[in-house]
Antibody, heavy 118, light 110 residues
Framework: QVQLVESGGGVVHPGGSLRLSCAAS????????MHWVRQAPGKGLEWVAF????????YYADSVKGRFTISRDNSKNTLYLQMNSLRAEDTAVYYC???????????WGQGNVVTVSS | QSALTQPASVSGSPGQSITISCTGT?????????VSWYQQHPGKAPKLMIY???KRPSGVSNRFSGSKSGNTASLTISGLQAEDEADYYC??????????FGGGTKLTVL
């Protein structure tokens, strides 16, 4: 069964850090590019970051560049998002998603809530 | 990285057809035939409905179709059904390995 399961969300103070994880199963993780996408409360989807299948290249939205780092451990079939210098506007549900090879996102995790509040 | 422009809401009666537009620029929608569309029900993860502008993943009803003209992509849903009521988002590849989503459109089935 193809599955993506996020973990690591929670409440953090402004300026703090948090690391999200996304455990993949049911497909060849080491051959797949992976994304993080977020959705602020009551708002639309926002693409956050992408990593190539081998983790050598990483790309970010301007809104998180320099603060967030996407990484992966192919030996553990796990994707990560290290979030530093968090701001209130980073409050959102964070989804990990598999890249479909044609620049689409055919598979998504269930989402993980991150709340940045004092 | 400006969001693509979608209407905030559209509505239709069961059996009718509706079209949702998604307007970008020559740097994203206009440059690539790489627009995808996602359906999201409340509290759920998004679901891919259309990719590469007009292709349907396996299992998606042929009532859903996509097209593009210039900087604007469109999603058409024919034979509207109650379960189609959801939020719909377009997404385009935007060069240099970045992606941009639309603001989302709430579809109401009357």
């Amino acid at each position: 069964q193809v599955q993506l399961v996020e973990s690591g969300g929670g409440v953090v103070h402004p300026g703090g850090s948090l690391r999200l994880s996304c455990a993949a199963s049911g497909f060849t993780f080491s051959s797949s590019g992976m994304h993080w996408v977020r959705q602020a409360p009551g708002k639309g989807l926002e693409w956050v970051a992408f990593t190539r299948y081998d983790g050598r290249d990483k790309y970010y939205a301007d809104s998180v560049k320099g603060r967030f780092t996407i990484s992966r451990d192919n030996s553990k079939n796990t994707l990560y998002l290290q979030m530093n210098s968090l701001r209130a506007e980073d409050t959102a549900v964070y989804y990990c998603a598999k890249d479909g090879g044609a620049y689409q996102l055919p598979m998504w995790g269930q989402g993980n809530v991150v709340t940045v509040s004092s | 990285q400006s969001a693509l422009t979608q209407p905030a809401s559209v509505s239709g009666s069961p059996g009718q057809s509706i079209t949702i537009s998604c307007t970008g620029t020559s740097n994203d929608v206009g440059s690539y035939n790489l627009v995808s569309w996602y359906q999201q029900h409340p509290g759920k993860a998004p679901k891919l409905m259309i990719y590469e502008g007009s292709k349907r993943p396996s299992g998606v009803s042929n009532r859903f179709s996509g097209s593009k003209s210039g900087n604007t992509a469109s999603l058409t849903i024919s034979g509207l059904q109650a379960e189609d009521e959801a939020d719909y988002y377009c997404c385009s590849y935007a060069s240099s390995r970045t992606w941009v989503f639309g603001g989302g459109t709430k579809l109401t089935v009357l």
